[in-house]
């Protein structure tokens, strides 16, 4: 479980002081995918830099697990698997290299190695690309490099930012799978998306972010009930524009 309680972030600019992030809470439960969502600029990937330790909130905590990510943050790392907004991947070196560079910064045996790197080339459908140099790869592969290399060492809690912006249909399908997997299996699961659709079918909770603020939270359903309108984009749409916000 992953949980954020009224975190903070200011950022100094040539103009003045700007404000990314501004008292935002939430849970995310294991076993359940929570999506956040929000207009560009709400605050959303500040709010993940947070969760995954890359900023420290000016005021507020994160826990993973019931863990202070402030005060042992390398423990916060080890129980994350993380799909930043930035997710290159070592040109040189091939899928399974890049994996597996990854596992032995988490310190992996060999062992353990081979055998999570298959069981994620298995989920993810990389086969035909897992002894290939990444120099080339499209964005599909790319992304299924990096979420591999990211779950490597088999984390409860999964963070990830837009992992299907710029895939195909078939790869997006895929992906979306996936995620509906690491929920089966009990994980702690986290994303970002523009895509409505998306976060209706995958989301067992929406945390809408706008102004640096949570204005709502709840399912789909519970979103649209409480704005009164019939699809999700609309209840998005009224929720971002109300002053107030809603709180389910």
Request: aromatic residues 4%.
């Amino acid at each position: 479980m992953i949980i954020a309680r009224d975190l903070h972030k200011s950022f100094r600019t040539k103009t003045g002081t700007v404000t990314a992030v501004d008292g935002v809470s939430f849970e995310a439960r294991d076993g359940e995918i929570t999506g956040l969502l929000g207009p560009n600029g709400a605050g959303k990937t500040t709010t993940m830099r947070m969760l995954y330790t890359l900023m420290r909130p000016d005021r507020g905590e994160v826990t993973v697990d019931g863990v202070d990510a402030a005060r042992e943050p390398h423990k916060v790392r080890r129980a994350l698997g993380v799909l930043p907004d930035a997710r290159g991947v070592y040109k040189r070196l091939t899928a399974r290299e890049n994996i597996a560079y990854f596992g032995e910064l988490h310190g992996l045996s060999r062992a353990r190695i081979e055998q999570r790197t298959q069981a994620l080339s298995d989920a993810l459908d990389m086969g035909e690309i897992l002894d290939r140099q990444t120099e080339g790869f499209s964005q599909g592969q790319r992304t299924k490099t990096a979420i591999a290399r990211a779950l490597v060492h088999d984390p409860r809690n999964v963070i990830l930012d837009e992992p299907t912006n710029g895939l195909d249909v078939m790869t997006t399908r895929a992906m979306r799978g996936f995620l509906q997997r690491l929920r089966d299996e009990g994980r702690c699961v986290i994303f970002s998306s523009h895509i409505m659709q998306e976060v209706a079918a995958l989301c067992d909770r929406i945390v809408v972010i706008a102004q640096g603020r949570v204005v709502a939270a709840g399912s789909a359903d519970e979103l649209r009930a409480q704005t009164g309108e019939q699809n999700l984009e609309d209840a998005f749409v009224k929720v971002i524009g109300s002053e107030e916000g809603l709180h389910v």
